[in-house]
């Protein structure tokens, strides 16, 4: 990479935490903003200033110290941060380039108005409109039309073309199935109205898929775009589960999945990690989410790949050319360690030092322990990524199931179906 650059992260979570191990491999200063004096990055960063990610101020002394800024997840202040970048501050992500990612509603915005498949969705603020009066009604007179329209008013309305069941995202700030609701009645809808504000989420039709699946993409300052192999992921109460790398797709379908982050990064001339989360189903590949940063579905790319997710966003940070990633193992499984019981920070037990060590010992595992305080059900404290041997597909797909059990046998699943998982 040349002469060591030095980068600033706002945030310092687990995913600045995987950057600022990378940092360390390569020689890059990684200076990390962070609320919390024991957040898992704290103790690989260069320095620390110790704020919330929103703090602007914290921000500008953050870039201070650095040649660029980049970010750990998408919750991100774009307009107070505006003066920084007129200032002459480098994001990296731009920020316009970000600020058609940065939630949900603006995503989706972003998919149709670049026509990528992507579920039929509407704002959920619209069941309150009325609908268009029947035309038989509308015809007998203006009576009859404005007592529809008021009937409308009283009881929420499901826009034409939607029935149920759907699904319901807040906007901003959901993450790990927090912010997400089932509506399978107009009951459970009058109940999400009476408890969050309308005009931050969205409804979206509930897609029949028959898998997940993700890539992560990279596009540096020169225009080139990369990817890692298209994975599978699977999902337990709506938070990640595994991720089988590389998912056996057909060359035309992996080809379909590369253009699609290809145009999204060409069109916002977004420079960075871009991740994108798909359904694959009867009706083709549908585009889920996007996330600008780093992903859960890339972990496993620290060790099965020459250039992980998180030297990707090095290099582009930094203003290096990319180079195609490539596996150095047939495959790879990484299992997420979601927390299965509740422990507050001071018990010892929370460490699960009996389950680290024995995943550790597992052949051909590496394990990544987050180093967070406490757990809770469906909390990510760690993840576990085991490198594969079978070339054949079939047969290492057989051979990642069975070394899911493994894991499992040691790191069981949380059991609390139906429970709103944190993070």
Request: glycine share 8%; proline share 8%.
């Amino acid at each position: 990479m040349g002469a060591a650059p030095s980068i600033g992260i706002v945030g310092g979570g687990q995913l600045a935490w995987m950057l600022a191990e990378a940092a360390r491999r390569r020689g890059v200063e990684l200076h990390v903003q962070t609320p919390g004096p024991h957040d898992p990055a704290v103790s690989l960063a260069t320095s620390v200033i110790q704020a919330g990610v929103r703090d602007v101020a914290a921000t500008q002394q953050l870039a201070s110290r650095c040649s660029a800024v980049s970010f750990e997840n998408e919750w991100v202040d774009l307009d107070g941060l505006a003066p920084l970048a007129a200032a002459g501050v480098r994001f990296v992500p731009d920020l316009e380039a970000l600020r058609p990612l940065v939630c949900k509603r603006s995503q989706r915005e972003l998919l149709n108005r670049f026509n990528l498949p992507s579920p039929a969705w509407f704002p959920l603020e619209r069941v309150h409109e009325p609908p268009e009066p029947p035309e038989a009604a509308a015809a007998g007179g203006g009576a009859a039309a404005a007592s529809i329209q008021a009937a409308a008013v009283a009881s929420p309305q499901l826009p034409p073309g939607f029935a149920y069941p759907l699904m319901a995202k807040a906007a901003s700030g959901g993450y790990d199935g927090k912010g997400t609701a089932v509506l399978r009645s107009d009951g459970d809808l009058d109940a999400l109205l009476a408890r969050v504000d309308p005009s931050n989420w969205i409804v979206e039709e509930f897609v029949n898929f028959e898998l997940e699946l993700a890539v992560v993409a990279a596009r540096d300052q020169f225009g080139d775009v990369v990817c890692l192999p298209v994975v599978q992921t699977h999902q337990y109460q709506q938070v990640c589960d595994w991720v089988l790398a590389p998912y056996e797709a057909p060359h035309a379908l992996q080809q379909a999945v590369r253009n699609m982050a290809a145009s999204l990064l060409t069109a916002l001339n977004y420079v960075g990690v871009l991740s994108m989360e798909l359904f694959y189903g009867p009706r083709g590949l549908m585009i889920n989410e996007l996330a600008p940063r780093t992903h859960n579905s890339g972990h496993y790319s620290i060790e099965a790949c020459d250039l992980s997710q998180f030297d990707l966003q090095l290099l582009a940070v930094a203003g290096e050319q990319l180079s195609e990633p490539a596996l150095q193992s047939p495959g790879a499984l990484m299992v997420n360690l979601l927390g299965f019981e509740h422990r507050p920070a001071d018990d010892p037990a929370a460490a699960y030092e009996a389950q680290r060590q024995a995943l550790s010992a597992l052949p051909n595992a590496h394990l990544h322990w987050y180093g967070k305080a406490g757990s809770s059900l469906g909390r990510k404290l760690g993840h576990i990524t085991v490198l594969l041997q079978q070339s054949d597909p079939a047969a290492r797909r057989q051979e990642a199931m069975a070394r899911l059990e493994q894991v499992r046998q040691i790191w069981p699943l949380p059991q609390r179906p139906g429970a709103e998982q944190s993070s």
